[in-house]
């Protein structure tokens, strides 16, 4: 009877679970926030007096490679938590560090492009566009961030049970993050400057390597099904505040990179 009522106690009278019906007021507050900041944007569009403006410093391709890798990142966790919901536990935890790596890329994509903003003058104070871009995209990196860290605690401490597991799932974080840098050192990107270019190959080769080996390690299971199906809800609302991310994302790409890149200075 204790027990009946103890998983009564998780559902509302909605019949919805009161962790998931949480998380959906916390989305729905939180599209009040970018709606605010999306807004804003478009209110004061194209009214910058001073330079640079988006037609001088936004690049569509790139931020096309970015969204494209954010919206893989979605479709990877559709199938962590497909094969979480069947038990195959190296499966699901497979797609669900992927998920969590390519929200790093696109973060990375994302230092790159501040940098290379702030590199040819625009920062949050320069202008009008440069304050309101900066908010809304930091903002939208911000939880991107929060989104990479809760997936990779979930894996961490929740899809693998060994010391060796875990210590492995580290292990392809902090390899990830070495390639990444070693990307950001190459004359191309120059995020940290003035690195030779040997020294640019072998760090971003070494983090591919780190990356290669720990996934590989990784393909045996540690865990018992039963305890990886546990595991199900906790990933569906990871999975819910990623897709909403995602979603996010493209209406920002949308209105930033698509409507405004031709906005220039002013017609006074």
């Not at 020294?199 to 070494?206: D, E, G, M, N, R």
């Amino acid at each position: 009877m204790s027990n009946i009522a103890a998983t009564e106690d998780h559902y509302t009278s909605t019949g919805v679970d009161n962790r998931k019906l949480m998380m959906w007021i916390f989305l729905g507050s939180d599209c009040l926030f970018f709606g605010s900041f999306i807004a804003t944007y478009l209110v004061y569009r194209n009214r910058s007096l001073a330079g640079p403006y988006p037609n001088e410093i936004l690049d569509i391709p790139i931020t096309t490679v970015s969204t494209f890798v954010l919206l893989m990142s979605s479709l990877a966790m559709v199938m962590g938590l497909s094969y979480v919901q069947q038990g195959r536990q190296v499966l699901g935890r497979y797609w669900t560090l992927a998920t969590a790596l390519l929200g790093m890329v696109f973060l990375g994509f994302q230092v790159y492009e501040f940098s290379h903003f702030a590199h040819i003058g625009l920062t949050p104070r320069t202008n009008i566009f440069g304050t309101t871009f900066f908010t809304m995209t930091g903002f939208h990196g911000a939880h991107v961030t929060f989104g990479v860290i809760w997936l990779l605690i979930l894996a961490f401490s929740r899809l693998a049970s060994s010391f060796k597991q875990k210590m492995l799932i580290f292990a392809s974080f902090i390899s990830v993050i070495i390639a990444m840098a070693g990307l950001m050192m190459t004359e191309t990107l120059d995020v940290i400057p003035h690195m030779p270019f040997s020294l640019a190959i072998s760090v971003t080769i070494i983090g591919i390597l780190g990356l290669i080996a720990s996934l590989y390690m990784l393909r045996v299971p540690d865990t018992e099904p039963a305890k990886v199906s546990k595991e199900e809800e906790n990933l569906e609302l990871a999975g819910l505040y990623w897709h909403f991310v995602d979603i996010v994302w493209i209406v920002i790409f949308t209105v930033v990179y698509l409507v405004s890149a031709k906005d220039g200075a002013p017609l006074l």
